[in-house]
Nanobody, 120 residues
Framework: QVQVVESGGGLVQAGGSLRLSCAAS????????IGWHRQAPGKEREMVAS???????NYADSVKGRFTISRDSAKNTVWLQMNSLKAEDTAIYYC??????????????WGQGTQVTVSS
């Protein structure tokens, strides 16, 4: 099993920036796609950004041009740089890692989430 841990959330004023980190740990696995998702109170969880093993990125329309996802494959770590934050970005942000373990096929793990609060 792969463990996923997020960090970097907090309280920031509108227009400010935050950088979230997601670290995957375990043994005998190879990471594929890592994605950031968020869930605001009363809303469904939504995909924010993702990056695959060759660096292809995908973003939700609501964050394009403001958020940037990047990864260090050697460290099994992904970052989400969030700029020009808005009140509507307030949510719990979750990291999801899709990975493979030999002979067991693809699997995925979720982190525990990190709170991002943007004050207006």
């Amino acid at each position: 099993q792969v463990q996923v841990v997020e960090s970097g959330g907090g309280l920031v004023q509108a227009g400010g920036s935050l950088r979230l980190s997601c670290a995957a740990s375990g043994s005998g696995f190879s990471l594929n796609t890592i994605g950031w998702h968020r869930q605001a109170p009363g809303k469904e969880r939504e995909m924010v950004a993702s990056i695959d093993s060759v660096g292809y990125t995908n973003y939700a329309d609501s964050v394009k041009g403001r958020f940037t996802i990047s990864r260090d494959s050697a460290k099994n770590t992904v970052w989400l740089q969030m700029n020009s934050l808005k009140a509507e970005d307030t949510a719990i942000y979750y990291c999801n890692a899709v990975y493979k373990i030999p002979f067991l096929g693809p699997r995925n793990s979720w982190g525990q989430g990190t709170q991002v609060t943007v004050s207006s």
